[in-house]
């Protein structure tokens, strides 16, 4: 393990899930073809499966042995989730936004009636693929909690709502952690508990990956807040500076940037702490250099 | 039973499913205000609670014993999804309707941004409210299984994508059929048929279940085809004759409107005499009538 490397990790790891998905939801799956063709063009527009990956790292530290019978069915429901909630904010009535990952969004292929709808499809999709899981039936009702608690109301919806709502607000401390922690990190948080859930590992183990999944989810948007002010264009695949043109609430916005990366930095140092603490450093690899990753990505 | 009252037993189980809902999601459930508001704003404008009102059934029907425990959650569950549906189904990017039971609909009150979320806000609630269903959890996981395939991509969102694409081109028997069974009849079935899973009921329940459910939801399809032809707007409290001027695909427009009336009288009766012939009917009552009244109803 001392040259674990942790690029091929999360390669490996990244086609593992697309063979997956590409499995969950083929080409000729049952439905109308429009649909699905609108479902896959953004569910494979190249994103990094951070989500997935989270979740496959949970597993696997907690001892999951069934990765493709178990987990990947939970993990590909995440990221259908997650690539759902993208659509939805791109449309027009919400962010408006024509770009995503460097390609045109999918309401400006689509259309907005289908871009809706294949939204709604990825959801539904997500539940119908995650209770194909072979995992232990008390297991699965257990992440099935974990992951709705994170994305409704009080999660990653509630979010979105407070993020649109608080737009042109002034800037506000309590607006935007309200906004961070429920539209980006519970989700975030809930990907790695699910796959220490799946894997039944002990209480102990999820708290930690309650507390470590809060902090990695925080550290994410503090960092995606620091690239939309500072971050290319180019290598980012979408519109810069576009939070602060739409008067967004933002970390960099309340705490000033140089806060705000200290404020990263620590996060992600208490984080990594955490797991070497628990796991040891040989075996906490892939979680802590995911935690460097995402602090020290400038894409 | 001779003197069996169908109004009362559904008033009472609607009041049932109405304080659950309330239950479920109150006023001050966490999130933002605004979201809740137009969650419920839509949640309790008025509905039949037919899909939530067969799953009671099918759950009594086989013997089911925790009402409050074990089939609520999802009976709620239902009919969040089906809210949903009606929410993203009237929006301008769909089929742009300005009333829905005698109201505005939801994005003419909270704007697109807000009935956009509250759709999928409540189709997220839908799957936290099931799983807290006290059910035993491989029951859960077949309700589960039942409920996604219904409404997912081969199911009510599917129908809703051939419908809106199916939109004035010329009346086909293979396009309304498809979306007439995907869009209403595979939720409906699936509702009946998630009782009967709840309460633990034998295969050959379930099988009924599944075909008398097919019935009625065809049954269901056919009669709102005919009522959008001929009804009163006072008395639908929504729109008529605008899927004939939208140029939708309808059972009317396929096959006639006497056509149309002689084929739900015969699905209707041939749904009743499977009821009656495995539970009698006695037993049967609340089934049989529930199907009398769908074919017989003029709002």
């Known amino acids: 393990m001392t040259d674990f490397d942790f690029k091929k990790y999360w ?35 190249g994103g990094k499966r951070l989500r997935p990956l989270l979740s496959i790292i949970g597993y696997e530290l907690s001892g999951g042995r069934d990765l493709e019978g178990e987990l990947l069915p939970v993990a590909c429901g995440i990221e259908m989730i997650h690539t759902f909630s993208l659509i939805h904010d791109d449309l027009p009535a919400m962010d408006n936004d024509d770009f995503r990952r460097g390609k045109p969004t999918n309401h400006r292929v689509f259309g907005e009636a289908i871009a809706i709808l294949a939204g709604d499809a990825l959801f539904s999709h997500a539940f119908y693929t995650i209770v194909q899981s072979r995992m232990p039936p008390e297991r699965l009702v257990s992440v099935l909690k974990e992951i709705t608690d994170a994305i409704g109301l009080d999660g990653m919806l509630g979010g979105q709502v407070a993020d649109v709502t608080g737009e042109n607000k002034p800037p506000s401390e309590e607006i935007v952690e309200y906004i961070h922690s429920r539209k980006t990190g519970k989700f975030i948080r809930a990907s ?18 309650h507390r470590v999944g809060d902090k990695i989810g925080l550290t994410f948007q503090i960092v995606d807040d620091i690239l939309d002010e500072i971050g290319e264009k180019d290598k980012l695949g979408k519109s ?30 208490s984080a990594i702490s955490e797991v070497e603490d628990h796991f040891g450093f040989q075996k906490g690899r892939p979680l802590i250099d995911l935690i460097k990753f995402i602090v020290e990505r400038n894409y």
Chains 1, 2 share one sequence.
């Open 11 to 45: 390669q490996e790891r990244l086609e593992i899930v697309n063979r997956a998905l590409n499995y969950y939801l083929p080409e000729d799956a049952n439905g109308p073809q429009i649909l699905v063709e609108a479902m896959r063009y953004t569910l494979f527009a």
């Open 192 to 209: 790695l508990k699910a796959g220490g859930l799946a894997a039944g590992a002990p209480g102990d183990v999820i708290d930690l990956f």
């Open 240 to 269: 810069v500076g576009k939070d602060r043109e739409s008067g967004k609430q933002t970390y960099v916005r309340v705490y000033g940037l140089q806060r705000a990366k200290e404020k990263a930095r620590e996060l992600a140092e």
